[in-house]
């Protein structure tokens, strides 16, 4: 059962309990799920709390309302990893070309010393450290339509990651030298190398994710 934030109004605490579940894949992408089905997961609450968090995670491409099928958890295949890293090929490195002299050196400085040393970083920590320093970069970005658009993207690649298993160990200790190379050129105030380090970055990253989903492929 859900534990209820009794702080958070209800829509809201509806819309994170499942996109908590739908991230971490303990909804798994074809589930069905019905209204009934999510109120008691969440302690018996309305169904009007729910109804809004699945409107909500429907326009976010998470779920599907479906006629005569009801609500599914959006699949997610192989083939989507391309999409995934093509807009973000087009998002991350334009953030750090027309937007990077908005980021704020001291935390530019900070991610300097956390990436310096990979083996200073718990090996569970290192994710969300990563969603740090993306979601960083594209804070720097002054267009709404596109950090939602963003939004989306990373909300996928959280899914792929829960799919295609652990990050292997040399990929790693590569991702944290690819960081150092955009934050470098970004402290520089080179933007356009950094926006081709970005480049580069996502690209082994495109390819090191495929390797995982092969390596894992039951989950798909």
């Avoid at 908590?20 to 992408?29: G, R, S």
């Avoid at 479906?66 to 192989?78: A, H, T, Y």
């Avoid at 950094?194 to 495109?206: C, I, N």
Wanted: some cysteine; charged content about 25%; proline content about 3%.
């Amino acid at each position: 059962m859900g534990e209820m934030n009794k702080n958070k109004p209800l829509k809201q605490y509806a819309y994170d309990f499942i996109k908590k579940k739908i991230l971490n894949c303990e909804y798994a992408p074809g589930l069905h799920l019905n209204e009934q089905q999510l109120c008691e997961a969440m302690d018996g609450i309305s169904r009007t709390p729910v109804r809004d968090a699945v409107s909500r995670l429907e326009q976010e491409g998470l779920l599907n309302i479906l006629p005569k099928k009801g609500i599914i958890v959006s699949e997610l295949r192989i083939s989507d990893i391309n999409r995934i890293f093509e807009v973000r090929m087009l998002l991350e490195p334009y953030a750090l070309q027309r937007y990077g002299n908005r980021l704020a050196p001291d935390q530019l400085a900070y991610f300097s010393q956390v990436m310096s040393d990979y083996t200073k970083v718990p090996y569970d920590s290192f994710y969300d450290l990563d969603d740090q320093f993306h979601g960083f970069i594209m804070s720097s970005m002054q267009n709404q339509y596109l950090l939602d658009t963003y939004q989306n993207i990373n909300n996928m690649n959280q899914r792929l990651r829960t799919m295609s298993g652990n990050l292997v160990a040399n990929r790693l200790s590569d991702t944290f030298t690819e960081h150092m190379a955009i934050i470098n050129a970004c402290r520089s105030q080179d933007w356009k190398g950094a926006a081709e380090a970005m480049t580069r970055h996502l690209e082994a990253s495109r390819i090191s994710t495929f390797q995982m989903i092969v390596e894992n492929e039951g989950n798909f």
